[in-house]
Every structure is written in structure tokens, then in C-alpha cells.
């Protein structure tokens, strides 16, 4: 259980609700005990009848007085067993809540290269069907093996004082499905731990179907794709059998070993009353006894079956929680960011595919200038952005934010003061109000419409049906591609951030609509820093610097009038592109 202990700090949390829901396990088990008790002081009651020991009128009180308390000690213990539930069930649930959401968290720190090496379904199935089977520990499985070790120790504790040889012959069984449980536990541990795995890779591969729903059937690619499911299906299928066959090892083996346990009391006790040691009441408490710890002997198996999963899910959860953030926040005081930006001879390679995106560059953008990007596909363009909102760490040069190392800043700062429109605009299946709000949560209506006129959008949303209200698809399916490039122009703009990068982010628009916003982004940007990413010379021409990158260097840079003047990547571009808009 090495891996459970990461839950202490929980138990620590909740000591407090757990201790008391522990107290009244303990008083729901002392009222049950009452019952056999009282059953076997009745036999024994009927018996003195009998015999002439007592009057009819005797045992007709003295029954009735045991009915009565038999009556009170089931109503006492089953209103503890109430509490003792809504105690132990509803703080797993708080842990489960915390647990979640420290998990959730965790994910938001690490960085963009942990997501290129793990899938989306593994992420998810860790943070859902990983952390239910530790719920199940945390809350059942406590609660039950609580309520077991109790019963045990004051059945046993009673049934020793009343009698010893019989309560020995009683209870020899249980030291066998000890061993029993403790070698089928291994087998749990093993065989959960693999059907956890399937269970991630039937949700990635659902995932991905689903996200790629498009594609599948564009190429026609449904019978093959439902193929593959099958095959994972049926893997995960033979898994999960695997796994049930151990399981169902538990229970049969269970029930023969209480049966054999009545057999031993019946014949025992049989003997010894009647040689007089002990009396019928007795015999008749000790069955009620031993078939009262049947469930707790049977929920020995399924607690553990429980332990076992639960430890093989936190062992998958602990793999991402013991993980650490490739970007730290190394300067825990808020920094003052105004957006001057400077690269010193800045080279980067990405450590997943080991391709060296940007080499020696060097250039400097002061505040409320605008810098443009152009290059070949790969050339490293979006490489400069990304760095600049640090999501990867420079490893070779230097990159400096107001003259000061960006490692040095403070990391919500620094991204807080930036607004981002990445070159695959991503939308949330929310509204589209909600959607231009994300840059900023407290924006007014007319915020919103403002943002919305300048990215050239506006018209489009009260196009709709809903205008601002519209439900977007999953990633904004229900836009075309320019609408949901403009939408996520109109999420950085309002955001009035200190640095504006826009990577490619007009490739989908036509050239009147992206003149159109280019006007409008002259006028907001006047005292912000832009640096725009894109392969068309008109998003490029209007800024104060431009930048030539091909594989990673910087090969031209200057002014629109310097690059068509020069022979070159630009000048070619913007002779090629003039033709296209003539013809």
C-alpha cells in the first residue's frame, strides 16, 4: 500500500469527521451485539419454561422485555449506521473533490512537451476512472473494514467469554482465508493494474475518434476505425474476465469456510451441552455470531480486491503528480512587464524531437512597436512566440523581457500580460460571448461587441440565430475557420495585454477582412508590442520591423520598402503574392 500514502494528508485533513464516523462505527456494533444476545437469553428462557423453572406469566414478561430490547438495539444501530455512512461516504467524497481537482491542477502546470508524449485519453482516464477507484478506498473500503475489525473484536472478545473452546473451533477457518486472501491479492494487484491501462487506451482511442469524426469519414475510413475498436474492445474484454475470475475466487471460498465454521459450532457445542457445559441459549448465540461475521469475512475479499485497485490506481495518478514542471516560476513577486522584447543570439532545440527550431537570433522590439515574421513552413516562426510566452526554456542565448531575463519574471505576470492567437485557433464548447470573455472573465457586453467589431467578427455573431449566446460545437466546429481565427483575435484584443502575438492567425480570412482588421490593430496596438507570424506580405508590410526566417536564421531583416528593394525571400513573396491579387 506503499502508494496509499499519498492520501494521508487527506486523512489529516479530515481527521476530525473520520475520527467521530470511526466512534460511531464502534457504538453501531455494540447495539447489533445485542441481538444474539437476547435471542439466546430467550431459548434459554423457553427452555426454563420447559423445564418448570419459571411461570408462563414470568416468561411472557421476561420475553417481552427482550423484544423490547431487541426492538430498541436494531433501531439505535441501524440509526448509527446511518450517520456512520453519511460520516465515512461523504468525506470520501471531499477527497475525491480534492483529489480531482489537485490532479487538474497539476496537469495545468506541466508543460507543453509532457502533453506531446502522453495522450488526452490517458490524461482523462487518470483523472476519472483512476480517481473513483481510489474513492473507493478512501470511503467503502475504510468504512468496512472499520465496521469488520470492530465486530471482530467484540464478537470474539464476547464469544471468548462465554465460551472459549467453542469460540476456538468457531473461528479456526479464518486463519485459512487469510492465506487465501493474501495470495489472491497479488493476482488482484497485477491483473487491475492491466485492466486500468486498457481502460486509457479505449478512452484515447475514443477520444481521438471522435475528435477526428471529419476525417474518418471523409476517407471513408468507418469500418476500419470500428475494427480497431472491437480489437481494443475485446482485449479489454478478456482483461476485465481475467480479473473477474480472481474476484470470483472470493466469495465461494468464503461461504464454505462459514459453513464449516456452523458445522464445528453445532457439533461442538452440541456435545458440550450435552454434557452441560454450556447452555442451548449459547449454541444458538454462537450461529447468530458466526453468520454475523459472515459479511464482515466476505467483505475482507471484496475490501481487498478494493485496496488492491485502488493502489494500482494511484500509482498511475502518483506517475503525473511526482512529475515536475519543466517551467518553474522561479520569482514568486509580481513583475511589472511594459514589453520591450529582446533575443541574444538565441539558438533552441526541442528536446522531444531533438530539431533545432531557432539558431543564433538576434534582434531587439521596444514598446508599442510591431514586428512581423515571415519564412517557410518550419523556418522556427512560432517558435519565437512560444518562447516568448515561455512554454519552453532558453537553453543557449538569451531572451530578455524589459532587459531582463524572461526565466527572471514572474510567471503569471508575464503571461497575464500577454494575449496569444496560436496558429490553430482553439474553441470552447461554450458560448461565444464565454468564448471572447476567456481573455477577460469580468468583460461587459459592450466589451465584448467592441472586441468583436475590431477582430471583424460582430457581423457574423449577430448572424446568428443566438448572436452572442450561440452553443460553439467541441473546438468551435460550428465556425469556419476564418470566423474562429477572428473569434480568437477577439479574445486576445480584449484581454488589452501589454504584448500582442499573433501566429499566422489570418490565413483563413480573404484579404479584405484581414485589411480590415490589420486598420483596426494599428489603432489598438499603438502602445502595446506586436509581433505578427504570417506568410502573406500584406499582414507583414505596415510593420516597423520585419524579420526573414529560413531554418531557424534570421537571413533578411528591415523595413517592407527595404525587403521589395532587396533580392531575396521577401521580395520574391511579395512579387508572387501582387501577382496572385492582379490575377
Known amino acids: 500500500m506503499k502508494e496509499l500514502k499519498y492520501l494521508n494528508h487527506y486523512f489529516i485533513k479530515y481527521r476530525g469527521r473520520l475520527l467521530l464516523g470511526l466512534l460511531i462505527t464502534v457504538i453501531a456494533r455494540i447495539f447489533a451485539l445485542i ?14 419454561r420447559l423445564n418448570g423453572e419459571i411461570t408462563v406469566e414470568q416468561l411472557e414478561t421476561l420475553l417481552l422485555n427482550s423484544i423490547l430490547l431487541i426492538i430498541g438495539a436494531t433501531l439505535l444501530s441501524a440509526l448509527f449506521t446511518f450517520i456512520m455512512r453519511q460520516t465515512i461516504i461523504v468525506v470520501s467524497r471531499y477527497i475525491e473533490f480534492d483529489l480531482k481537482n489537485e490532479v487538474f491542477q497539476q496537469y ?26 481510489v474513492r473507493m478506498y478512501v470511503g467503502p473500503a475504510l468504512m468496512y473494514s472499520t465496521t469488520t475489525v470492530t465486530l471482530f473484536l467484540v464478537v470474539l472478545s464476547y464469544m471468548i467469554y462465554k465460551a472459549p473452546l467453542l469460540t476456538l473451533y468457531a473461528v479456526a477457518p479464518l486463519p485459512v482465508l487469510s492465506v487465501l486472501i493474501y495470495k489472491l491479492s497479488a493476482a488482484i494487484h497485477r491483473r487491475s493494474t492491466i485492466v486500468q491501462e486498457y481502460l486509457s487506451k479505449l478512452t484515447t482511442f475514443t477520444q481521438e475518434s471522435f475528435s477526428g469524426i471529419s476525417v474518418i469519414k471523409a476517407y471513408g475510413l468507418e469500418p476500419r476505425t470500428n475494427t480497431e475498436f472491437v480489437d481494443l474492445s475485446e482485449g479489454s474484454k478478456e482483461k476485465n474476465i481475467d480479473l473477474a475470475k480472481v474476484q470470483a475466487l472470493f466469495f465461494p471460498l468464503m461461504m464454505l469456510l462459514i459453513g464449516l465454521s456452523n458445522i464445528l459450532v453445532i457439533y461442538i457445542g452440541g456435545q458440550q451441552y450435552v454434557n452441560n457445559q454450556i447452555e442451548l441459549g449459547t449454541i444458538v448465540e454462537f450461529l447468530i455470531y458466526v453468520n454475523l461475521l459472515t459479511w464482515p469475512v466476505a467483505i475482507v475479499g471484496w475490501v481487498t480486491s478494493i485496496i488492491q485497485q485502488a493502489e494500482a490506481s494511484q500509482k498511475r495518478i502518483n506517475q503525473f503528480m511526482h512529475e515536475e514542471p519543466a517551467i ?21 532545440t526541442y528536446p522531444d524531437t531533438n530539431i533545432t527550431a531557432l539558431k543564433n537570433v538576434s534582434f531587439s522590439i521596444n514598446p508599442g512597436q510591431t514586428l512581423a515574421i515571415v519564412g517557410h513552413t518550419g523556418a522556427g516562426k512560432s517558435t519565437v512566440l512560444e518562447l516568448i510566452g515561455r512554454l519552453y526554456d532558453v537553453e543557449e542565448g538569451q531572451l530578455l523581457i524589459d532587459n531582463i531575463p524572461i526565466s527572471k519574471l514572474n510567471l503569471a505576470s508575464l503571461r497575464s500580460s500577454i494575449g496569444y492567437v496560436p496558429q490553430d485557433a482553439f474553441l470552447f464548447s461554450d458560448t461565444l460571448s464565454n468564448n471572447i470573455k476567456f481573455g477577460k472573465e469580468d468583460a461587459s457586453e459592450e466589451e465584448i461587441i467592441e472586441a468583436a467589431k475590431n477582430a471583424a467578427v460582430h457581423d457574423n455573431i449577430i448572424g446568428f440565430n443566438h448572436g452572442y449566446d450561440t452553443v460553439l460545437g467541441e473546438r468551435g466546429i460550428s465556425l469556419s475557420g476564418g470566423q474562429k481565427q477572428r473569434v480568437s483575435i477577439a479574445r486576445a484584443i480584449i484581454k488589452d495585454p501589454h504584448i500582442l502575438l499573433f501566429d499566422d492567425c489570418l490565413s483563413a480570412v480573404d484579404t479584405e477582412t484581414e485589411e480590415k482588421i490589420l486598420q483596426n490593430l494599428n489603432k489598438i496596438s499603438s502602445d502595446k508590442t506586436t509581433i505578427i507570424v504570417s506568410h502573406r506580405v500584406s499582414s507583414a508590410k505596415n510593420a516597423d520591423m520585419i524579420i526573414v526566417l529560413e531554418e531557424g536564421n534570421i537571413v533578411q531583416q528591415g523595413t517592407h520598402n527595404e525587403l521589395v528593394n532587396t533580392d531575396g525571400y521577401y521580395k520574391e513573396l511579395y512579387a508572387k503574392q501582387l501577382l496572385e491579387k492582379e490575377m
Not at 36 to 42: A, E, F, L, Q
Not at 120 to 133: A, F, P, Y
Not at 328 to 348: A, D, H, R, V, W
Open 35 to 48: 441481538v444474539p444476545m437476547k435471542v439466546g437469553d430467550i431459548v434459554n428462557l423457553v427452555e426454563q
Open 108 to 133: 495545468e502546470k506541466l508543460s507543453l512537451s509532457f502533453y506531446k508524449q502522453n495522450r488526452t485519453g490517458d490524461l482523462m482516464n487518470r483523472i476519472s476512472e483512476d480517481v473513483s477507484k
Open 328 to 348: 518553474q516560476n522561479l520569482n514568486p513577486e509580481p513583475s511589472e512587464i511594459k514589453g520591450k522584447i529582446s533575443f541574444n543570439n538565441l539558438t533552441y
